[in-house]
């Protein structure tokens, strides 16, 4: 069974950092395009950054650009979201997602992502 287990959400500060995990478990996550997304309440999911199955593409949604990282460890089998100086407007339901030998488009699209994760709190707040 194909499954992805999220840690790493909570609260933090401002100007901190914090680091989502995805553990994948089932597959080979190195075959998938991940990506993660977020979502506050009431509101649509929204794609946060994506990688291509290859790893030749990623992409970030403008909001995050320059201040979150999104990788995948290969011997871990597991993907990440490295967040560098939150911001109050990142708090959101985060929710990590892959889909087999995927791409990577600008949009970040939930359409194309089969396999997902049950989504982590994170909060930015001083």
């Known amino acids: 069974q194909l499954q992805l287990v999220e840690s790493g959400g909570g609260l933090v500060q401002p100007g901190g950092s914090l680091r989502l995990s995805c553990a994948a478990s089932?597959?080979?996550?190195?075959?998938?395009?991940i990506a993660w997304f977020r979502q506050a309440p009431g509101k649509e999911r929204e794609g946060v950054s994506c990688i291509s199955s290859s790893g030749g593409s990623t992409n970030y949604a403008d909001s995050v650009k320059g201040r979150f990282t999104i990788s995948r460890d290969k011997a871990k089998n597991t993907m990440y979201l490295q967040m560098n100086r939150p911001k109050p407007e990142d708090t959101d339901v985060y929710y990590c997602?892959?889909?087999?030998?995927?791409?990577?488009?600008?949009?970040?699209?939930?359409?194309?992502?089969?396999?997902w994760g049950q989504g982590t709190q994170v909060t930015v707040s001083s």
């Open positions: 997602a892959a889909v087999r030998f995927g791409g990577c488009a600008p949009s970040i699209g939930i359409q194309p992502y089969d396999n």
């Open positions: 089932g597959f080979t996550l190195d075959n998938y395009a």
